[in-house]
């Protein structure tokens, strides 16, 4: 066969046939769009796709394969601080499915519909209220303008009782390497009435392995939605120390366990909390954070050593119910949660106008606009707030369009993400936080940590690497932060639950039957290794060592 | 290669090389006691091995593939009216894994346990038991000896708020037919810490692939378990309509839905709750049982023409939040819910005593005994009673052991099941019956029904067709009705969620892409076909009818 050079020419020939010139893209400027990345290591494409419906990506796989060119698909390629919209090596087409955007079924009756990868969530959200379905979307806090399919097949969560996204998914349509489509659960048989409200099918379940996964393009998925809850109460709760959320884990631990937290409950530093609100002081010019600067504006902000939030549905004795419970288990801490509703906040902005543009008022309405974009996440309204961590030490603070237009990669803020999982307990979340911490002092970094019970049983940590990365130096620290971090957690057995592109090489430093097993599945459906080639595929016995 | 014969004789001389000739059967009670079913089709097998623990296992696998000889490995065999402990097909060798009784980790901080093939429902219940650990069980109504990971690889349902129970398995260690050996989700990394409280791990999710499978022999599982309930509340109500059951539930499925109703409902018919307390009156020399029979039996025994059960878990405000909330969906229905606890029970049980040996004492004393079995097991204490129904025209009727040694397969019972799914509604329900009840007219049986939410939107049916197996004319009947009732339900787009051997190669009546893809990866990790040929293998686009 001819050279990689002449066979992609070829392809992309045969591409503009069957999609249009409009929807294959090679100038500059395009490639350098889709190269930009909250990260240091962007893979610079050498095309790009833009199908617009399942046949066309049938169509664009099978040119792939007659020419082995290696696709990458994407569905918004908002997979901020995991890579981005960059393929995990450069040189591979990327077959962006975001003019994909069809909401194929909706059902109000039985709760779901399904959705191809261009669903954002604001789009499915405002599809929810046009249409007075009386079901609320899980959102994530990534704002609106990602793609519900990406986040879900890379086993992403959300905060609310529908939060573990993947338990949520009902039948998937998937196209192979060689144009093969699959329907699974029961959605292959042409009559089958229970295909969206029945995931398992008959067989094989084998949707988990279209997820983190280079086994195939999903091009749609039935999803289940979450019924509006007639009584619906934020909570918080302030621990001062830095020790005693240990005791809060092991105190919520059995709520979650036995279905009185039904949603995702998150725990969060003081950095955390404290880079929400604002960016880092620029008139200082070290790094990390002074410890004194940390503490007085932490202080002065009114942000505890932790924070745990969280929210509560169900009918208003339900709601009750899990209030009483949650007053119970923290009380023997001597802490106690504040339950805040939307009377409380509308009270809250009312006084934050009368105190107008005085430091309080001010205080108090940022305040509000947060707890605000928190209501909304928790009925199914995504907010791009939370992104704001991500602008720590971008150069320039927050944009003019935050929170609406937030997007990380093109705002050029350097950030990595860590995302540990660990068991629930007390004693888990100190051990991570005391291997994370002297690595964060070492680099030079601020420590952002939030534990979200992911499960019943189960803390995902999301570790926040945020950096300048208009500064070579600080660029450089943050990389070797990262792989100082991934190395270490690696080491104690803390697993990440999903991972950047920089570390999809070394996940299988044993060389274990797990990854053999999945390396038999991959030659299996895609001999030729032509979608997504090194995503979620180590070489086996890869050194422990991540690529730097 | 030499002939099948040679080769089985190669290999069963190897096995009691590794195995120890205890291990290895092949007399002929032995044989017949493995083809013992309630199906009409038993396979006869050629040998049965005895693996004591996973090492064994794969060396029964590699001496299997040196002389190409097909294994069927199976838990402990109790797949009543679904085929049994019977291969598919015939000669094949039977892997026993009920040897394999090991509790292999238990942790009562993060409520799971790790198990072996062979514990059994009666076995963990008492592990803990006694080992005093805040948790149930969820029991399905097999009983005592039946083993948990081979119901949860059959994808079976229990009743409680963990009856889902694919859902709560964490971490599987399967044995490929080459021997290798491969750990799901986090358990492949040595010293990962979430393993069992992290079902997903990292990459491809594949644990489903092992579910209604023929890809691997599980040798091990994590389970999650339930926290124990400070308060449970069973209900009953009863619907005195055949058409009134529409409505409940349709009333029933918002609490379904929004999580107020958290356990397994069910709603069984009349002769399905009656075939629970008696077998067929044999003085009736037709069937199925005349109307007026049906009807004045069911009125004697106070049974409505629908009855609808549950239990409710929580603290003792949640469980009052949601009684009030079943009285509220049920009240415009004018139906009332009963709810029913120990106490009341215990009231009953005292009452049935005083009343002694006369009609009235008898009757409570049944009804008594039924309703400590039904507590008992949805606190995780399983029991036989629930396969009374396998028995309904068992020549003989119960056994003196029953219900402690309940085993409708060594019994010589008559029982085959059909499974459909359906969407959450009643009018599914209405449209599932009106397809089943002319054809168990045409052949003469009772219909006994249940309709199970399975899921928060889904109905599971269970459809018995109960035989008399020392009845040649009857048997016949039994395979004409259930490949009738088959059929009709796939035409109808109403799919199993799990099929008896005779229906394994129905599955695939238009070679879909699915099965392509099944297959695919059964020749990537099974090229030569060695583990358990036909177990959900069917060929492409065969014929609609099933085989008969």
Chains 1, 2 share one sequence.
């Not at 046009?130 to 905060?159: K, M, Q």
């Not at 050593?305 to 209030?323: I, M, P």
């Not at 939030?450 to 130096?473: H, N, P, Q, W």
């Not at 600080?474 to 080491?491: G, I, K, N, P, R």
């Amino acid at each position: 066969m001819s050279s990689v050079p002449e066979r992609l020419a070829a392809a992309l020939a045969e591409w503009r046939v069957v999609l249009g010139d409009a929807q294959v893209r090679s100038d500059p400027a395009t490639l350098d769009a889709y190269a930009s990345s909250t990260a240091l290591w962007p893979a610079r494409p050498s095309a790009i796709l833009l199908p617009q419906n399942r046949g066309q990506v049938v169509d664009v796989v099978r040119v792939a394969a007659r020419y082995r060119t290696a696709l990458y698909p994407l569905s918004t390629g908002r997979n901020w601080g995991y890579g981005d919209a960059c393929a995990v090596l450069p040189g591979q087409v990327i077959v962006d499915l975001s003019g994909m955007r069809g909401i194929l079924e909706a059902n109000a009756e039985l709760g779901y519909v399904v959705i191809e990868p261009g669903v954002t969530q604001g789009q499915l959200s405002q599809f929810l209220a046009e249409h007075h379905f009386p079901y609320w979307l899980d959102c994530t806090g990534a704002g609106p303008d990602t793609s519900l399919v990406g986040n879900i097949l890379e086993r992403g969560f959300g905060h609310s009782p529908y939060g573990n996204r993947v338990q949520h998914v009902c039948g998937m349509e998937v196209v192979l390497a060689d144009g093969d489509v699959v329907g699974t659960g029961y959605t292959h048989y042409p009559d089958a009435r229970a295909a969206r409200v029945f995931p398992y099918g008959l067989g094989p379940w084998i949707d988990g392995l279209f997820t983190q996964s280079s086994l195939g393009i999903v091009t749609s998925l039935g999803l289940w939605l979450m019924p509006q809850s007639a009584a619906l109460s934020h909570f918080l709760c302030n621990v001062p120390s830095q020790d005693g959320v240990a005791a809060v884990v092991d105190a919520l631990r059995p709520l979650r366990m036995d279905g009185t937290l039904r949603s995702v409950i998150h725990i969060g530093n003081d950095l955390r909390v404290l880079s929400g609100g604002m960016t880092y002081p620029r008139d200082i010019v070290t790094r990390p954070l002074p410890e004194q600067t940390r503490v007085a504006l932490c202080q002065a902000a009114g942000i505890a050593a932790w924070t745990v939030s969280g929210a509560l549905y169900g009918s208003t004795r339900q709601v009750a119910a899990a209030r009483h419970a949650l007053r119970q288990a923290l009380a023997p801490l001597k802490l106690a949660p504040r339950f805040i509703d939307e009377r409380q906040l509308a009270l809250a902005g009312t006084m934050a106008r009368l105190l107008g543009t005085t430091a309080a008022g001010r205080k108090l309405a940022a305040r509000v606009a947060l707890g605000r974009s928190l209501f909304n996440m928790n009925r199914g309204r995504p907010d791009g707030r939370f992104l704001a961590g991500a602008y720590w030490r971008r150069q320039g603070g927050l944009p003019p369009d935050f929170p609406a237009g937030a997007d990380p990669a093109r705002d050029n803020c350097g950030l990595l993400w860590l995302s540990p999982v660990l068991p629930m307990r007390g004693a888990d979340l100190q051990a991570v936080m005391a291997l994370a911490a002297p690595l964060y002092v070492r680099h030079g970094f601020d420590l952002f940590a939030t534990f979200s019970m992911i499960t019943e049983r189960a803390l995902g940590g999301v570790l926040t690497v945020a950096y300048d990365k208009a500064d070579a130096r600080e660029s450089a620290d943050a990389q070797a932060c990262y792989h100082a971090l991934f190395d270490t957690l690696m080491v104690a057995g803390y697993l990440p639950y999903r991972v950047g592109l920089q570390s999809m090489a070394a996940l299988d430093p044993a060389g274990d039957g797990f990854w053999r097993t999945v390396r038999r599945i991959k030659v299996a459906l895609d001999p030729h290794g032509l979608i997504a080639p090194g995503r979620y595929q180590p070489p086996s016995g890869a050194n422990r060592q991540s690529a730097s």
